[in-house]
């Protein structure tokens, strides 16, 4: 119990944080007033559609970088941003695609990653100076192929028009 008793603290705090956030509706007028800024943005051409994709798996993989569970991120970040995304006709399935690019690529650069420590111990039995600096440097690469691969891919497929499942409706 002892070993665990700062996580039992921060999860704690992360559940209160949770709580008083659905409690007080700020994400429904965060949601609406993203919604009204989205309308003002030309989403209705391709570049726009484009830029709103981008954006949103940047941001996904930057708020990765800072909150290390994607369970508590996406009940963080869904009542926003799905019924924002559902402004510009976005469907929540592709909503959800995008934040699990921008969150999946920057998983093994974030030092909020659960096996970062665990890594970084295995990796100096065979090179005594590596620390975290290492890791990050050589998980970066990786890290900014994936994020534009899948996301290259996300658009190549909403592009093509390919349905995302059977009753899917195509997300551009």
């Given at each position: 119990m002892r070993s665990m008793a700062s996580f039992i603290v921060l999860v704690f705090f992360m559940a209160q944080f949770v709580a008083y956030f659905n409690t007080s509706n700020f994400g429904i007028l965060i949601a609406m007033k993203?919604?009204?800024?989205?309308?003002?943005?030309?989403?209705?051409?391709?570049?726009?559609s484009i830029g709103l994709v981008i954006g949103f798996?940047?941001?996904?993989?930057?708020?990765?970088?800072?909150?290390?569970?994607?369970?508590?991120?996406?009940?963080?970040?869904?009542p926003i941003f799905v019924p924002v995304m559902m402004t510009v006709h976005m469907t929540p399935a592709s909503t959800q695609m995008l934040y699990r690019i921008g969150d999946s690529c920057t998983n093994m650069i974030t030092p909020l990653m659960t096996y970062f420590a665990f890594v970084i111990v295995i990796a100096q039995k065979y090179q005594k100076d590596f620390g975290i600096g290492s890791l990050v440097s050589l998980m970066l690469p990786f890290s900014i192929f994936f994020l534009l691969g899948w996301t290259l891919l996300f658009l190549a497929w909403g592009l093509l028009g390919v349905p995302l499942g059977p009753n899917s409706v195509i997300f551009f």
């Open positions: 993203g919604a009204q800024l989205l309308e003002l943005v030309p989403h209705n051409s391709l570049a726009g798996v940047l941001l996904s993989a930057t708020i990765n970088l800072f909150m290390g569970s994607a369970s508590a991120k996406w009940a963080i970040l869904a």
